[in-house]
């Protein structure tokens, strides 16, 4: 079965500072990731997706495949970056609707 | 409102009670999704529908689980002889269509309590 596995239940940074999430999945195939982001008292939301290869809210992310990994990246922490991510991977054989979420990690950036 | 509503937000039940949570997709997302989210976890699948019917109910851990879509819009969890083990955030989720360039947008969730 297909697992995604977020390492760290919580990350500390100071504003400014480089941040990192590391997410690993197991799939031997080729399948679609996301990053979702939870603000405090808000609904979760898709935050950015592999095969856009976009930048978003100066977060990066890059699928490699040879170590079957997605880490999020973002090369100088904000304070409103705080929130829990999960990453999150969709197997081209399922059902569009079926998203596999890792257990999440909590981000807090202090001043 | 223009996001996906959920009603209850809190809904505390007795052991062995039947419950019901609804979801209200935004107007127009033919697809819809259930997930569950367990204390310190991430939401887990239940189920997806596709217009009126279940296109994929494989998440759902028993059959005391059941939901509905009977016009294609609003959603009805149905969980009968709640457990303890049934606490949790119940997410729903409605997409445009369903596809690879589709975004599904989150309500707030349910948070289930069974004492």
């Known amino acids: 079965a297909q697992r995604v596995t977020q390492p760290e239940k919580l990350l500390s940074v100071f504003k400014g500072a480089p941040v990192e999430l590391k997410c690993n999945y197991s799939y031997s195939g080729s399948p679609e990731l996301f990053w979702y982001v939870q603000y405090s008292r808000q609904r979760l939301q898709l935050l950015l997706r592999?095969?856009s290869r976009e930048s978003i809210k100066g977060f990066t992310a890059d699928l490699n495949k040879g170590e079957t990994s997605f880490h999020l990246k973002k090369p100088f922490a904000q304070e409103e970056d705080s929130a829990m991510y999960y990453c999150?991977?969709?197997?081209?054989?399922?059902?569009?609707?079926?998203?596999?979420f890792g257990a999440g990690t909590q981000v807090v950036v202090t001043p | 409102g223009a996001g996906v509503s959920q009603t209850p937000s809190n809904k505390v039940t007795e052991k062995g009670k039947y419950v019901e949570l609804r979801c209200d997709p935004i107007?127009?997302?033919?697809?819809l999704y259930w997930y569950r989210q367990s204390l310190g976890q991430g939401p887990e699948f239940l189920i997806y529908f596709q217009g009126t019917g279940a296109a994929d109910d494989s998440g759902l851990p028993n059959d005391r689980f059941f939901a509905v879509r009977p016009e294609g819009s609003v959603s009805t969890l149905k969980i009968q002889r709640t457990e303890r083990g049934d606490s949790a955030v119940y997410l729903c989720?409605?997409?445009?269509?369903?596809?690879?360039?589709?975004?599904?947008?989150f309500g707030q969730g349910t948070r289930l309590t069974v004492v």
């Open positions: 989720a409605s997409s445009l269509s369903a596809g690879q360039n589709t975004e599904a947008f």
């Open positions: 999150a991977l969709r197997v081209p054989t399922d059902s569009w609707g079926k998203l596999q």
């Open positions: 592999h095969i």
């Open positions: 107007s127009g997302h033919t697809a």
